[in-house]
Structures are given as C-alpha cells and as structure tokens.
C-alpha cells in the first residue's frame, strides 16, 4: 500500500481523524464532497475518533471484527477498537467501489454521532433551498419525502442538502440551519417514473449511477422488481450519489441551508389537486416528535456505546425554537401531480409568516 496521508475528515463542526493513501483520501474527497472536506493534520488530535484504511487487518488488543448484514448488498465488515474510538477498513491502494463506500459510511457514521452527541436536532428527513426558502420534508416511510424533494428540483430548480438525514442547529448568528451528509439517496423506481413523466432524463439514473449496491443482487433485484407494460424488469429502487442527482435535475449542492418552513407529506391517490393545511404549534410539536433521530445513526450499533453522554438538554431547546419560529405544513399530494404539489409548497414556504 502507498504512504499514508493523515487528515481530519470535516462536516459542519465536527471531524474525525483518518489516515489512508493519498489515492484513497482523494476518493472520499470526490464521494463525499461539498459535504465533507479533508484537510491536513497538524497535530495528532487524539480526542477525535478515527478511521483507518489499510492492507490487512489490524493486529493488537482492542480490536474486534464487526459485520453487518443487509438483504440489499454484501456483508459490511469493520474492524473495531472501542477503547480508542476507531473504526478500520481494509482495502486496496487503488479502492474498490464497496472499500471506497465502506471508507465514507465510516467516516459519515462517526460525523453523524459526534452531531447528535453535542446536541445538534437529527430529523428523518431532507431539506432543500427554493427561491430562497429553506424547506424540510419530514415524514415516516413512504410518505413521499424524497419525491417531494426530488420535485423541488426538477420544478422549482431548488437546491439540494440533505434527503434523508437532515441535522438542525443554530448558524453564527442564531437563526435555525440544517445541514446534509454525503448519503446516498434511495429512489423508488416508481417514483422515478413518474418524475420521468415531466422530466425525461431521470429515467438516465436508471443506467448511470454507480453505487456498488446497484449492480448487487439483492432484494432489490429480487422480490421488489418492477415490470413496466414493455415488459421490462426493473429493480425496486436505485441508489443515486448526491452528485449523480445533481447532473439528472440540474441542481446545486449546499451542505448547508436555512430552515424556513417544514412540511410533512403524504400520498393520497383520489386526491386530483395537492392540498396544503398549517399545523398548529401544538399538532407540529406532535408531528415532530415521531420523525426525531434519537441516535447518531441506526448504522453500526456499537457506536453508541462509544457516545453514552449527548446534550439532550440542547436538542429539547432546538425542538422547542423549531416549532415556535417556524411553519409547519401538511401536504396531501398525489404521485402524478408532483410539480402542482411542488408549486404550491414553494409559495406557501415564501409566503408564510414566521411564528412570533
């Protein structure tokens, strides 16, 4: 393996420290950015945790081999010292596509439980800029976050942070922000389709995106395929890389943005017109509380134990301002009528009046 390289791994204002060849930090910097960024170590910066990328296996006391099972991609396997905090991931100099994403989802997984240790607000949920206004969509499984936020940049040419993991804190000067991570977006294939109806080079993600899961045979090629009236088979659903997204719509991508309205979207096939109803403060603080993170990530669970103290304190503080200061909307939309649902959520995000 070539010489390694030392750097801190950056993501708002938490880092963790790695250390790999040039060749494999040069990988993650293309995966990972706007939203991480690598920069030399100066000093050892032993209280950060740290990853690792190397030939073989770690040797020494501390060390424990850890694997993860998916029904959608091979075993993910690291090796773990939970006395030092660092995760090690053995690869080539040159990294495979699953070495190259096992690297980022370690490195993102550490990130992710440093925010939430510090008490920033984790939501399942994205967050893109439109016009200005920034837009949360939060919501359960299937509720159409992600063709909400897939709709924002195809029709209101928005910007995209985050899909799926949306973090809230306060910027420098005390208003709400959210920030995004390098995770890959999962998209239904039928909602692909049906954005495909409006915008035709969607259907290109069906060919281009080149996350290893994509090619796997997992249940996503297995027991979730869709047959189109052609004929053709198609998987259950794609993993798109943030900057793939951002050639297929055309947006930009922000690690960071404002929070000025959060909504919260379902799917009702009679409906003909997307309809939208504020919430009151009472019914979004209840609304929000089921769509909470209440860890760093559900990935590799042995790091919790690593972060047993977070500040609960500052997180019940950010949920509080969050439903004090900011609409909150319910959307009712159907499939075929994302864009009208699109136009509507974006005046009601620039028209509507913060709470006092």
Known sequence: MTEDVHVIASMDTVAVRLRAPRTVVGELDRLAAPYITTTAAETTHEEL?????????????????????????PDRVVWADRTRRSVAVVGDPVPTAWQSQQLLRSVRHLLRWQAYARGDLLLHGGLVSAQGAGIVFTGGKRSGKT????????????????????????SAGGGL?????????????????????TAPGMKELLRDCAHPTNGYRGRHRTLETLTTESGTELPGSLWVRCAELARATGCSLSPRGTVDAVVLPKFDGSTQEPRIEPLT??????????HIEW????????????FPETDAGRRQRLVERLVAEVPFLALTQNMHGLGAATDLVVAAALGAPARP
């Open 281 to 290: 403060p009472e019914e979004a603080g209840a609304a929000l509380q089921e």
């Open 295 to 306: 860890q760093g990530t559900k990935y590799d669970p042995f790091l919790a134990e690593w």
């Open 147 to 170: 063709s909400s936020i897939l709709s924002s940049l195809l029709h209101a040419k928005a910007d995209f942070v985050s899909n799926d993991d949306v973090a809230l804190t306060e």
């Open 177 to 197: 922000v959210g920030y995004g991570t390098p995770r890959t977006v999962n998209i239904r294939t039928d909602s692909l389709l049906a954005l495909a109806e």
């Open 49 to 73: 945790p740290s990853v690792l990328f190397t030939a073989e296996p770690p040797e020494g006391d501390g060390w424990e081999r850890v694997v993860n099972s998916s029904e959608y991609e």
